[in-house]
């Protein structure tokens, strides 16, 4: 028969070794829960910075839980997931197809020519300072 402190310790063990961090079972709970909080932060603000080519932090982050409606996601570019920003918005963030541009917003269904798609609330700077696009403007974000 397994002991509930020797089931602990297996899953703190194996926790340990997918995260890197070093729990114990003398850690509390708080402690635990606030270490993966932050893995999966960090983890979010990774990912979203190699899709921007460099490290992207506030206010171009917004790292915490999702607004959207019971949504268990995390939302680290926009106060909404990029699943709900896709099934709200019919948008995606992801890596910009301007060279040097960062992050785009990408289209998740066709809009017409007029169509609103969403607030942004950046700077537009003509992309005649971009090397290598043909496209006529980005949000400057820096
Ligand atoms: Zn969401």
Do not use: Q
């Amino acid at each position: 028969m397994v002991s509930v402190a020797d089931k602990l310790g297996e899953l703190l063990t194996r926790l340990n070794a997918c995260t890197g961090l070093t729990f114990s079972p003398n850690s509390s709970l708080h402690t635990i829960v606030a270490g993966i909080n932050t893995f999966i932060l960090d983890n979010h603000v990774r990912k979203w910075s190699e899709r921007a080519g460099r490290p992207l932090g506030p206010p171009e982050t917004t790292p915490g839980p999702c607004i959207g409606h019971d949504c268990v996601n995390f939302a680290i570019v926009y106060p909404r997931c990029t699943e709900c920003c896709r099934r709200l918005y019919k948008v995606d963030v992801g890596t910009s197809t301007i060279s040097g541009a960062g992050l785009g917003l990408f289209a998740a269904k066709t809009f017409k020519s007029g169509d609103y798609v969403c607030d942004y609330s950046y700077e537009m700077t003509k992309s005649s300072n971009l090397e290598g696009t043909k496209m006529g403007y980005y949000w400057d974000t820096s």
